[in-house]
Each structure stands twice: as structure tokens, then as C-alpha cells.
């Protein structure tokens, strides 16, 4: 079983699970926003846990292969964030990364939206901009806040 287990958990697989896993919440996030089944799913722990298990085994098989540090040429300038991309198991960290935090803010703004009562249309194009291109999504959102809020607040 544990053999089996650790055939089907490939760098590959992984990413392709992680990708197309998140699809639901995102899909979640956007039509049925307010809906229970949306607030125990997305706005729990749960999709966080299930990327940080995916990260941690990635990190712990990173750690294995003995080329933890090569992470550190990140702050070494584009150069070394290029080699960093090549080597395919720190990029599935990335990427990880990536999935976890964008989902995140998606969410937040979801919750943030039924808190000011914005109008779903004006917050589903936020959402799905965040899954695309996160902080073009957040600086959208943000305007259509302060609009509807009626308040500039810089630390919410």
C-alpha cells in the first residue's frame, strides 16, 4: 500500500491534483459565495491543510534528495530565481504556494463582500481576476471596497 502510495505521489501528480483540486473552491467562491457548504469549505482550514500536506511532502522529499539550500539563491537576483525554476520540485513549492495564497485571499475577499454587502457582480470579476493574477484582483477589489464601505482603511 505505502509503495503504491508513494508511486502515485509524483512531483507530476501532484501538481496536477493541487491545480485542478482548487477548481472546486475557486467555483464555490464564485457562484454560491454566502452558501454553507462555501463557508465550511473555503473559508475553514480545509484547503489549507490539504496544499500545506502537498508542501510539506513536497519539502520533505526536497530535503531528501539533499538540495535544501539550493532555495537560497532565490535572494541572489533573476539568475538564480531562474535555476531555481529548473529544478522541478522547488518549483511545485512555488506553486504551492502560489494555490494556497491566492485561494486564500479569494476567499477573504468573499467574506469581505458579504461584510460590506457588495453586490455579487461587482465581486465575482475580483475573484476570478485574484485566481489568475492575485494582486490586480486585490487592488480591483480594494476600489470597489472603499466605494461601498465608504471608508479608506489601509490595515483590514
Known amino acids: 500500500m505505502i509503495n503504491t502510495l508513494q508511486d502515485l505521489l509524483t512531483f507530476e501528480n501532484i501538481y496536477l491534483f493541487a491545480n485542478w483540486g482548487v477548481v472546486p473552491f475557486w467555483l ?3 457562484f454560491i459565495p454566502s ?4 463557508k465550511f469549505f473555503c473559508h475553514s482550514v480545509i484547503p489549507f491543510l490539504l496544499l500545506g500536506a502537498a508542501y510539506v ?3 520533505y522529499q526536497i530535503f531528501l534528495e539533499e538540495n535544501i539550500l539550493e532555495g537560497f539563491k532565490l535572494y541572489l537576483g ?3 530565481l531562474n535555476e531555481i525554476y529548473t529544478n522541478n520540485s522547488l518549483m511545485l513549492v512555488f506553486w504551492l504556494h502560489f494555490l494556497a495564497v491566492s485561494l486564500f485571499t479569494g476567499a477573504w475577499i468573499v467574506r469581505d463582500c458579504l461584510k460590506y454587502m457588495i453586490p455579487k457582480i461587482l465581486s465575482i470579476p475580483c475573484v476570478v481576476i485574484t485566481y489568475f ?3 490586480v484582483g486585490i487592488i480591483i477589489y480594494w476600489f ?3 466605494f461601498y464601505a465608504r471608508k479608506i482603511n489601509l490595515n483590514d
Do not use: M
Open 78 to 80: 533573476l539568475d538564480g
Open 57 to 59: 511532502f513536497v519539502s
Open 144 to 146: 470597489i471596497r472603499v
Open 28 to 30: 464555490l467562491l464564485i
Open 35 to 38: 452558501h454553507p457548504i462555501t
Open 133 to 135: 493574477a492575485g494582486p
